[in-house]
């Protein structure tokens, strides 16, 4: 009988002399079955691209792009990789040895055994433990539940911003808990054929978002670390963008310091009244945001947020008080040698920063002279009409906007008297053509299609419209 099955495979327990081996054998065909069902997710992702279904929120909102023939391909990837037992191996191997340390002794991956390895069939050390969501054997082994919620959370967290290397599939099966010779709480990983990793650019990226965030509360630090995380488009309106996003920090902010519960854990009613509130008060910035769609989802993050919402999930079940978001704040302080290099240099520059001596700050006094005699300079020739300012005004666009409806109403009116005109003549003048009522009753159907597009027109895409602008504060008139 096996030990663990899933729809991959099954797990036996094997012995050869006083050890005691795992045992992971591959179901047969799995290859050829994903041959055909990734065939036909292909096709179903080109048709969500080609028909981009939006939604308010997340990553389905009008300002963010997306390509579900990326995500595809990325799924695709891991789903081959997942299946290859040498390349688990290497996986675990890597793991292991990224947590080969003493602050991390609580951590454990199982030891491989390449000689006994195939592509389908995986040995590896065989480390019983405790499933991590199984509170009463948890409490009875004297283990804290919060405790291990706080060490999971660490734990991926060191995986995303340190190693650069992560498990994508975190559940409960695949993560158990022991007891150590210390009397503390001890991790177990499983299962690391699903892993995914970021280059040195995306780490220093999700570092730098992470400081910007919770530490310096500057949501231009934030744009710039979503850039380098290829979140946000290059190029885009940036003003509309870091206006948000500081509203965002802010509130973000407020919350941490004073403990109070999240938006997104209030209750319904609560959340849309803060959320018109919000609009009123940033109802242009939002259009510009939908209008742009400066936001991208790559495709690895697919992965890397179905691992935290995994981890979520585990750690609400261990400990209810559990807040990965608020966990974040204390670590940070471990990852002070990612954010500059090393951890005298970011406590340096930090400092620097508010006192107002960081290079840049050296090199802007030093250079103030130059940079307001070329201010001057753009000015004199502003005054000559050398310069013409180019300015962007939302309430014009949107003007501009509502009347390409309007007109477009109007050239379908024009069209279904025309056509209709047409078919009264050739009904009533016509009579000795040939092919007469035929030619008339194709000008009739025409000009009962373009007369159904003006009350959809006006009823639908118009009245739609201008619903859009109002839930953001803004007149489209």
Same mark, same amino acid.
């Given at each position: 009988e096996p030990l663990a099955a899933a729809s991959l495979g099954q797990v036996h327990v094997a012995t050869k002399g006083d050890k005691t081996f795992a045992v992971k054998v591959q179901r047969q065909f799995l290859r050829e079955l994903f041959d055909v069902d990734l065939g036909q997710l292909r096709r179903l992702a080109g048709f969500a691209d080609a028909v981009d279904l939006t939604s308010e929120g997340g990553i389905m909102d009008k300002n963010t792009q997306r390509?579900?023939?990326s995500v595809y391909y990325e799924m695709k990837r891991l789903l081959y990789e997942e299946i290859d037992y040498l390349k688990e191996i290497q996986n675990c191997d890597r793991f292991r040895t990224n947590f080969d340390k003493p602050k991390f002794s609580h951590i454990r991956a199982p030891n491989t055994y390449p000689e006994y390895t195939t592509e389908k069939v995986l040995t590896m050390e065989y480390c019983p433990g405790i499933k991590i969501t199984d509170l009463e054997r948890i409490r009875e082994a004297g283990l804290d539940p919060a405790d291990i919620s706080k060490k999971s959370a660490e734990s991926f967290l060191e995986q995303l911003c340190r190693h650069g290397f992560f498990h994508c599939d975190p559940h409960p099966g695949n993560v158990s808990v022991e007891k150590l010779p210390s009397g503390e709480a001890g991790l177990i990983f499983y299962d690391f054929g699903m892993m995914d990793e970021f280059g040195a650019v995306e780490r220093k990226g999700l570092v730098d978002f992470f400081f910007a965030l919770y530490y310096d509360a500057d949501a231009k630090d934030v744009a710039d670390a979503l850039e380098r995380l290829g979140m946000l488009r290059?190029?885009?309106?940036?003003?509309?963008?870091?206006?948000?996003?500081?509203? $965002?920090?802010?509130?973000?902010?407020?919350?941490?310091?004073?403990?109070?519960?999240?938006?997104?854990?209030?209750?319904?009613?609560?959340?849309? /009244?803060?959320?018109? +509130? *919000?609009?009123?008060?940033?109802?242009?910035?939002?259009?510009? =945001?939908?209008?742009?769609?400066?936001?991208?989802?790559p495709p690895t993050w697919t992965f890397v947020l179905k691992a935290f919402f995994t981890l979520d999930g585990i750690g609400k079940t261990l400990d209810p008080k559990y807040d990965l978001t608020r966990l974040t704040a204390p670590y940070l302080k471990e990852l002070l040698d990612l954010k500059d290099g090393n951890a005298f240099r970011t406590t340096l520059m930090r400092v620097l920063k508010r006192a107002g001596w960081r290079p840049i700050d050296i090199d802007m006094a030093v250079t103030q002279p130059r940079?307001?005699?070329?201010?001057?300079?753009?000015? /004199?020739?502003?005054?000559?009409?050398? $310069?013409?300012?180019?300015? *962007?005004?939302?309430?014009?666009?949107?003007?501009?906007? *509502?009347?390409?409806?309007? +007109?477009?109403?109007i050239f379908n009116a024009v069209l279904s008297c025309l056509f209709l005109n047409t078919a009264a003549s050739v009904a009533t003048l016509g009579t000795n053509m040939i092919g007469a009522k035929p030619v008339a009753k194709s000008f009739l159907a025409a000009a009962v299609?373009?007369? =159904?597009?003006?009350? #959809?027109?006006?009823?639908?895409?118009? *009245?739609?419209?201008?619903? #859009?602008?109002?839930? $953001?504060?803004?007149?489209?008139?």
């Open positions: 390509s579900w023939v290059k190029g885009v309106d940036r003003i509309s963008v870091e206006k948000v996003g500081q509203d $965002f920090i802010d509130r973000f902010q407020a919350t941490l310091k004073s403990g109070d519960q999240w938006e997104a854990d209030l209750p319904a009613e609560e959340r849309k /009244k803060l959320n018109r +509130q *919000r609009r009123k008060e940033l109802g242009e910035e939002f259009l510009s =945001l939908n209008a742009e769609s400066p936001f991208i989802f940079r307001v005699a070329k201010i001057e300079g753009v000015v /004199k020739r502003m005054e000559r009409g050398e $310069f013409k300012p180019r300015v *962007r005004a939302m309430e014009v666009e949107r003007m501009i906007n *509502r009347n390409k409806l309007v +007109q477009s109403n299609v373009f007369g =159904l597009r003006v009350p #959809y027109g006006v009823f639908v895409k118009l *009245r739609k419209l201008d619903e #859009y602008n109002e839930r $953001f504060g803004v007149a489209s008139k």
